[in-house]
């Protein structure tokens, strides 16, 4: 199959007169046509980062890439100017933000804030009742009545007013959907109705996706591929089977699992990881995780870990490296 | 006879708004045992936070009782809520608003000492501020720091500190760890755990997360739209959830598991939760409920007993004991 996007060794890092931020240290990835790619990661992880790089949505005062290359479709976005990169976003990768209450304009009803993406981006020259029917037809999509669309956000509950936000990504019918944590401000219920009605579109468009999330619960329901993001750069990644129930996992990957309260056994203590996440404004010189990992070993804080790799499951840690040698 | 510290009659506390009366919390019957957790789940709105606001005083009740050790303090003069204070705390879910940002940590800790009058001489209070910060797990070199210098885990650490300070009996703990990265979020409820074995303290936890609330509780509550619908202990809870509400938000979960299909058989609980200004009498879940007749919007509706210590405000779950006679 196709890649429809191939991030090749990206670094992001953001710079300010008293010190640079390692955001994003060397993460490549790639998403096939109709994959969803899960990002997990907890805060200040880089994930919001990446999918910003990937839009070229970065502050430009603070930002650098120094290195690294993201092709989509074969083309290499950094090299793009800001006029072509105006016809990608919102027509061939859009972006779902995480908070409805803030990503929609109060003052603008809902059906503008539709029909505005599909004026911007009007190569078919549609006229203006044909953009209005489009309007209708996105709304009945994620299940608005078309009616509403003359009111205004506040009168919106969050789930719908989440409904609206992906509304507008889905407008254009891109290619490549980017969501940003879209459940997370939602209440269970209505993260599974949400849940249910991304995963129905993205079959009925074939739309690939990157889900940014730090729930494993949501990745599990969601994602063909996982990535598991630690201070800027990938620790683990393989298929939803890989990273769930594979022979052998990043430790950061097990302390995530261990951390969450689970429904069904019985546990007294969880198993949380010890510690805080390394400061990003420090260069690192060997694993960025060494200093919180219970099998932490000499060479760890030396040399930074190279990927092992057993098929499509891949592990950036020493300790299976060390293994395979033993074997 | 099981030893109650807390228990609740008919709680009620409505708001006052411009389109009528907002119930809420509407007629809440709980009880909590000496050294156990109570948890309370619900989604936003259902009332759960305003519930434990009002048990510690922070709202006065509309109507209702709400006895602590035994004596109604639902009518008490200022001066002894003051004194309620000492027994009572609270730990507030955003440790990035609760704290006053330009107070140090050991001032932040130190607070509510002083305004209890906890000891007699500073070093008394300065010691017992060392003594708290080691308990909580905040190393002694950050004293002097400020809240905006440390992460969520470490700031929620101050919160927890600030509530034991006082040395209460019993702690609402409103969503503590909703704010926070999950592995974070571990460290804080294995400190909350230790923390009730060594003291003996009870709990009363807030949360929208049903595994954190399955994990912590002895007993949970579940909250729609001001009132408590189901309430077993957590374990029968999980393994038999009664009520609609309940089964609903238990199915909506994601639980971190590739073998259960992937959501592909669930069928969310259509709509959303409706206005409680001016709630229209009967099962307020009613409007959502796949299960809805003419017969639960007649009638309020009461918990029930419907299984051993599993209650139930659904007029058409019966109980064993009917079921039983109906068989014979």
Sequence with gaps: ?327 | MPDIILETQNLKKYFKTRRGMLHAVDGVNLRIERGKTLGIVGESGCGKSTLGRTIVHLYEPTAGKILFNGTDISQLKKKEQKRLHTDMQMIFQDPFSSLNPRMSVQELILEPMLVNDIYDTREQVYAASAKLMDIVGLAKRLASAYPHELDGGRRQRIGIARALSVGPTFIVCDEPVSALDVSIQAQILNLLMDLQDEMGLTYMFITHDLSVVKHISNEIAVMYMGQVVEKAASDELFAHPLHPYTQALIAAIPTPDIDDGGFSDLEPIKGEVVSPVNPAPGCRFAVRCPYASSGCTDQELTLKEVRQKHYVACPYIETEEENDNTKV
Aim: glycine share 8%; charged share 25%.
């Design chain 1, 1 to 327: 199959m196709e890649n429809l996007l191939e991030v090749k060794n990206l670094q992001v890092h953001y710079e300010t007169d008293k010190e640079t931020v390692y955001a994003v240290n060397g993460v490549s990835f790639t998403i096939q046509n109709g994959e969803t790619l899960g990002l997990v990661g907890e805060t200040g992880a880089g994930k919001t980062t990446i999918s910003l790089a990937i839009l070229q949505l970065l502050s430009e005062r603070t930002a650098r890439i120094p290195k690294g290359e993201i092709y989509f479709k074969g083309k290499n976005l950094l090299d793009l100017g800001e006029k072509e990169m105006q016809l990608i976003r919102g027509e061939e990768i859009s972006m779902i933000f995480q908070d409805p209450m803030t990503a929609l304009n109060p003052i603008m009803t809902i059906g503008k804030q539709i029909a505005e993406a599909l004026r911007l981006h009007n190569h078919q020259g549609l006229s203006l009742s044909e953009i209005e029917e489009k309007v209708d037809e996105v709304l009945k999509m994620v299940g608005i009545p078309p009616e509403r669309k003359t009111e205004y956000p506040h009168q919106f509950s969050g789930g719908m007013k989440q409904r609206v936000v992906i509304a507008i990504a889905l407008a254009c019918e891109p290619q490549l959907l980017i969501a940003d944590e879209p459940t997370t401000a939602l209440d269970v219920t209505i993260q599974a109705q949400v849940l249910l009605m991304m995963k129905r579109l993205r079959q009925q468009l074939g739309t690939s996706m990157i889900l940014i999330t730090h729930d494993l619960g949501v990745v599990s329901k969601v994602c063909d591929n996982v990535a598991v993001i630690y201070a800027g750069e990938i620790v683990e990644y393989g298929t939803l089977r890989d990273v769930f129930s594979g022979k052998v996992h990043h430790p950061y990957t097990v302390g995530l699992f261990g951390s969450i309260p689970s429904l069904t056994a019985k546990t007294r203590r969880l198993q949380p990881i010890e510690g805080l996440m390394p400061d990003p404004t420090k260069e690192v010189q060997g694993c960025r995780f060494a200093d919180r990992c219970p099998h932490v070993r000499e060479i760890c804080r030396r040399e930074s870990p190279s990927i092992f790799a057993e098929g499509s499951h891949q592990v950036k840690c020493h300790l299976f490296r060390e293994e395979e040698k033993h074997a």
